[in-house]
């Protein structure tokens, strides 16, 4: 029911910085979950970061201390702040807003995806 826009993905050098925005069609206050994913070329789509209603997060090891996930109630709006970039950060990034629907069940709506690229 919710509809996700990702935007901000594009071209950086390692070791620079992005900024990726998800805006969402209505109120993110008071949903259960809200982050960010990724799939490179041959794996799985991996956790990137969550941030959750109560304001808890958590980061996939391998951006421990580079990324930060923050939102904006007011704007409807999830960031992704990419610091560091290494080659290997590649991928596309997908929006997730996950609706936690009762007896440990969750349902899960996602964005277009963004592609981000770091070369050199």
């Known amino acids: 029911q919710v509809q996700l826009v990702e935007s901000g993905g594009g071209l950086a050098q390692p070791g620079g910085s992005l900024r990726l925005s998800c805006a969402a069609s209505?109120?993110?206050?008071?949903?259960?979950?809200m982050g960010w994913y990724r799939q490179a070329p041959g794996k799985q789509r991996e956790l990137v970061a969550r941030?959750?209603?109560?304001?808890?997060?958590n980061y996939g090891d391998s951006v421990k201390g580079r990324f930060t996930i923050s939102r904006d109630n007011a704007k409807n709006t999830v960031y992704l702040q990419m610091n560091s970039l290494k080659p290997e950060d590649t991928a596309v990034y997908y929006c997730?807003?996950?609706?936690?629907?009762?007896?440990?069940?969750?349902?899960?709506?996602w964005g277009q995806g963004t592609p981000v690229t770091v070369s050199s």
């Open positions: 997730n807003c996950r609706f936690y629907t009762g007896s440990g069940v969750t349902k899960d709506y």
């Open positions: 209505e109120s993110i206050f008071g949903i259960y979950a």
């Open positions: 941030i959750t209603a109560s304001d808890s997060t």
